[in-house]
């Protein structure tokens, strides 16, 4: 059960979050959990949805924002991002098993996507502290100047989701998957 409210409905939402909710809906046909949790706070969820939209403008592919979530949130332990990841990332971003699998242990199976989510992963475990080197390794994969402020960007964003599910306990919406967190 979660820890902080989550409204049941877009009507329960504080009429601030009201208009964004019904845009969420109205873009991917459910309102997920996550969502009305930040719909607490209207200023968080307008934050959290802009930069979800700039990033989605951004020149690093879906499929690979897709990827790098789901190495951080292994990273973070974070169940709930997992489970929305992993069906997201099966359904809309079309990853296979394998794929995924890869992800999460932070690297992937695409030769140009296994240097962004291995530069990620670096970026989460180390917070930002990377080596000259892992930067060089970006660049020479094809990555520019952009697209690595963009990666890091995605590390950021999807960071804060992991910790705020994990401060909720947000209660999962999706087909559940636990991480594979050390104790």
Not at 150 to 174: G, M, P, R, S
């Amino acid at each position: 059960m979660s820890r902080l409210a989550t409204p049941a409905t877009i009507d329960g939402a504080p009429a601030a979050s009201q208009h964004m909710l019904e845009a969420v809906e109205k873009q991917l046909g459910v309102v997920p959990n996550m969502f009305r949790l930040v719909a607490n706070s209207p200023a968080a969820l307008e934050g959290y949805l802009a930069l979800s939209g700039a990033l989605a403008k951004g020149s690093i592919p879906a499929a690979t924002g897709e990827r790098i979530a789901l190495a951080v949130a292994e990273i973070n332990g974070c169940d709930y991002c997992l489970s929305a990841h992993t069906y997201l990332g099966k359904h809309v971003a079309k990853l296979d098993d394998a794929e995924i699998t890869a992800n999460r242990s932070g690297a992937s199976n695409d030769l140009k996507a296994d240097a962004a989510v291995r530069f990620a992963a670096k970026v989460a475990r180390e917070r930002g502290h990377v080596a000259e080197a892992d930067v060089t390794a970006l660049k020479a994969a094809g990555y520019d100047d952009a697209q690595v402020i963009e990666i890091v960007q995605h590390v950021a964003l999807n960071t804060w989701t992991n910790y705020l599910n994990e401060v909720a306990k947000t209660d999962i919406d999706f087909p559940a998957v636990s991480s594979r967190k050390a104790a």
